[in-house]
């Protein structure tokens, strides 16, 4: 027996499934034009669902913050606070 009556020929599975371009003028471009249709469909849909995304999470905030209080004034900023001490050495811990 021949080594070579077991070999796997990848060559004809390879072209089985290798997109050709068709050699007719008129069919190049019917594909070129529907390859570009269906493009542009996805970016027309894509578009809409990110729309629709931004859309969902504002009203998902809008939403979330429904019942909490408002503040009275805009430039009250209620928070706690610490005294730091002017000391060089005591005020803030060395970063290295």
Avoid: C, W
Avoid at 27 to 50: D, K, P, Q, T, Y
Avoid at 83 to 93: Q, Y
Wanted: aromatic share 10%.
């Amino acid at each position: 027996m021949s080594a070579h009556a077991f070999r796997f020929d990848s060559t004809r599975f390879r072209n089985a499934f290798a997109p050709r371009k068709p050699r007719h003028p008129l069919m190049r471009l019917a594909l070129g034009l529907l390859g570009v249709g269906i493009l542009v469909v996805l970016v027309f849909f894509s578009v809409f669902v990110g729309a629709a995304m931004i859309a969902g999470g504002l009203l998902y905030r809008l939403v979330r913050q429904r019942g909490k209080p408002v503040a009275r004034d805009a430039r009250i900023v209620d928070a706690e606070y610490r005294v730091v001490r002017k000391t060089p050495t005591s005020a803030l811990p060395l970063s290295r």
